[in-house]
């Protein structure tokens, strides 16, 4: 009615629900790097919904999956299925939407292997770096492990970096390349360095 009072063309207008960032707290946001992007690696979207907080599981199937409510409510409640279970059903859920059944059970064992068993990944980056001192902050983006510096300085400081399984706490610390040198960044990325 207010549109036809302003002469304007009646439009219909939907609206959905927010989807809450990887954070929990503000709304998903690339530029607030708390995402999951329809681009992402199997790999990184799986790891990246097993992050998120069992309280916005229901949130998030709800609004990316086309699951009945009858069987959201039993992956959501405690009761009926464990939590981690529920998590990889929605991973593998939201994955298969944008590769299949076999990338999402891939990303779902490598997670497994990684996270759970504490192996190395298969499939790790080899990154040719210089035989040249660098700062952990600018390793991280060297490898490309990090979109940014700022983002990288954000990972040390929060004791998300480690070189060779050891944590590196200073964003500033200078380290020497060294031939297979394993570099992770979080949980789940990592990288090989190949020394030229």
């Known amino acids: 009615d207010l549109q036809r009072i302003n002469n304007q063309k009646p439009q219909i207008v939907i609206t959905m629900p927010i989807l809450v960032g990887l954070d929990g707290v503000e709304k998903m946001s690339k530029s607030k790097g708390n995402y999951i992007g329809v681009t992402d690696s199997p790999k990184d979207m799986f790891g990246k919904?097993?992050?998120?907080?069992?309280?916005m599981m229901e949130n998030y199937f709800t609004l990316l999956t086309n699951l009945p409510t009858e069987k959201i409510k039993e992956l959501v409640d405690s009761q009926k299925t464990?939590?981690?279970?529920?998590?990889?059903?929605?991973?593998?859920?939201?994955?298969?939407?944008?590769?299949?059944?076999?990338?999402?059970?891939?990303?779902?064992?490598?997670?497994?292997?990684?996270?759970?068993?504490?192996?190395?990944?298969?499939?790790?980056?080899?990154?040719?770096?210089?035989?040249?001192?660098?700062?952990?902050?600018?390793?991280?983006?060297?490898?490309?492990?990090?979109?940014?510096?700022g983002e990288a300085k954000r990972l040390i400081a929060g004791g998300g970096m480690s070189i060779d399984g050891e944590k590196v706490s200073d964003p500033n610390k200078s380290i020497t390349p060294v031939n297979g040198m394993i570099v992770r960044a979080g949980k789940l990325k990592f990288a090989k360095l190949m020394v030229n």
Request: charged share 25%.
């Open 82 to 149: 464990h939590p981690k279970e529920a998590k990889v059903f929605l991973g593998k859920t939201i994955i298969k939407q944008f590769y299949d059944e076999a990338a999402a059970q891939m990303a779902a064992d490598e997670f497994e292997k990684v996270f759970a068993q504490k192996q190395l990944p298969q499939d790790m980056p080899e990154v040719k770096i210089a035989n040249e001192a660098i700062t952990a902050a600018k390793l991280l983006t060297a490898c490309n492990l990090v979109a940014s510096g």
């Open 49 to 55: 919904v097993m992050s998120i907080s069992d309280e």
